[in-house]
């Protein structure tokens, strides 16, 4: 590892660049709270909003810290502004420095996570990603510089992947270890794409929020997961807290501290975000004797589910385009009701015009494909956005996928047959199993092009890559 410091963009933006501003405005959210003691406190759940927004609810479990002391912390947040695939990523930097001074790493500890699958380290996760940065101050201001810190980035993960992250983290947690999940709860409002209710719109946001902590609260990481699918609950730290969960022993506790709105401060309850502390005290598991994950159950479609799934896809597109669509009747089924990954792929006379989806299954079939319909016309930064005068012109085709399992090597991929996930070093991209086909590929090439995809170079898949697989069924408007 390098000697090198990353220092946070968050001054100036997030909350004050002055320290001695900065020490004053955290020592007035502290001194403005007095929660209960915690015995035997080993986590903090922490939100990770701007401090005119969060700093309040943050402070309820900072405060917690006064007077208390950890050699280490270990702080795990959501990334918000790089897609990682399964995977969470440390910087490889040496210290990270905010106003109030800098903090060295852990880089033993860290050069030993990155030996395992899962583990990583992806520079352009940290530049701008404030879920991790945004705690460092208040943790300076309670704990003083001396701890070392294991900053941890975390990807969308299923409940599988984050029993493998916490296995590896388990014998870091020991007495002298503190470990800080950090999300911020319901993200509500269309700038969010979150609209479930338009009525009741406080109550209902505090009654989605707990319904979700009473899951964290009894450790259900399964259930907590479900509920997110279920409900669409905009929980950005999700998988974070799905790490936190899978390392709790039986007898760990978890303690809601203090919970509030943006609502409540600035009275807008078209758009707010929730915020959340709570306390874990009690002890970590021992081992690896995580519960292991049940197995997918996969439904077959039929012929009538793919032209509904097809049908939907189109008119979730058409439908951003005034009086485009009308809402075609559905009868939805137990296939489309199952929890699948799915990519929604356009073409325009026969080249691609947009492909955007998601491999992990972690929600219904057919909320995948609402979505990643839009996404794919939309929101592709390879192309522009789909035009009206476009739609007549355009097929869509649809990939319901099988949940991705690890190979042991490059040569278990079977072309035609198998998608196939690259990662290595913090880097991964995914190919469909028809990419290979189309293209004429055979596998070294389609390794080659897919390490290029990774921002690798075109050899990088012949050492140390970690590889998963998946199959799909496809099916589109020209079948």
């Known amino acids: 590892m390098g000697t090198n410091v990353l220092k ?3 001054a100036g933006r997030w909350y004050t660049d002055h320290p001695q501003q900065l020490s004053r405005e955290i020592r007035a959210y502290l001194d403005s709270v007095h929660p209960e003691p915690v015995k035997e406190l080993i986590a903090l759940l922490l939100p990770h909003a701007g401090y005119r ?7 309820h479990g900072i405060k917690l810290l006064e007077g208390r002391t950890y050699p280490r912390v270990i702080v795990i947040g959501p990334s918000h502004q790089v897609a990682l695939l399964d995977c969470v990523s440390i910087p490889d930097v040496s210290h990270i420095e905010t106003p109030l001074g800098l903090i060295a790493l852990d880089t033993q500890a860290i050069s030993n996570l990155w030996k395992n699958e899962g583990f990583g380290a992806h520079p352009y996760a940290h530049e701008s990603e404030h879920s991790v940065q945004i705690e460092l101050p208040f943790l300076q201001e309670a704990l003083g510089n001396d701890f070392k ?3 941890i980035v975390c990807g969308q993960l299923t409940a599988k992947s984050a029993r493998s992250i916490g296995n590896q983290l388990v014998p870091l947690l020991d007495t002298e270890t503190l470990l800080v999940v950090s999300s911020d709860f319901t993200h509500y409002g269309r700038s969010f794409d979150y609209v479930p209710f338009e009525d009741h719109i406080k109550e209902n946001i505090e009654s989605l929020d707990m319904g979700a902590f009473r899951l964290i609260e009894q450790k259900k990481l399964s259930d907590f997961l479900t509920y997110i699918q279920n409900t669409g609950a905009t929980i950005c730290g999700r998988s974070p807290i799905a790490v936190l969960l899978s390392m709790l022993a039986e007898d760990a506790h978890i303690k ?4 509030d709105t943006s609502g409540n401060l600035t009275g807008d309850w078209s758009q707010c975000v929730s915020y959340l502390s709570a306390a874990v005290s009690g002890h970590w598991k021992t081992g690896n004797d995580a519960a292991p994950e049940p197995e997918f159950q996969s439904l077959e479609l039929s012929a009538e589910d793919k ?3 097809l049908q939907w896809a189109r008119y979730k597109i058409a439908s951003r385009f005034a009086g485009r669509a009308a809402e075609p009747e559905l009868e939805v089924s137990a296939a489309m009701k199952a929890t699948m990954g799915a990519f929604v792929t356009i073409h325009k006379q026969g080249q691609l015009r947009g492909c955007i989806g998601e491999i992990f299954p972690r929600r219904p ?3 995948a494909v609402s979505e990643h319909a839009v996404n ?11 035009r009206e005068a476009e739609l007549p012109e355009i097929d869509l085709e649809i990939s319901a996928l099988t949940p991705p399992y690890p190979v042991g090597s490059y040569e278990e991929i079977v072309i035609g047959q198998h998608g196939m996930v690259l990662s290595k070093l913090g880097h991964s991209a995914v190919f469909l199993p028809q990419v290979a086909v189309e293209q004429g590929w055979d596998l070294e090439t389609t390794l080659s092009h897919l390490a290029v995809k990774a921002g690798l170079s075109s050899n990088d898949w012949k050492s140390d890559c970690q590889f998963h697989v998946f199959e799909a069924v496809v099916f589109g408007e020209l079948d």
């Open 8 to 10: 946070s963009e968050l």
């Open 365 to 367: 079939l057919i909320e």
């Open 256 to 259: 809601l501290l203090n919970y």
């Open 53 to 59: 927004y969060s700093g309040r609810v943050a402070a």
């Open 149 to 151: 810190l294991i900053p």
């Open 307 to 309: 032209c509904q799934l």
């Open 376 to 386: 794919a016309a939309f929101h592709d930064p390879r192309f522009p956005e789909l």
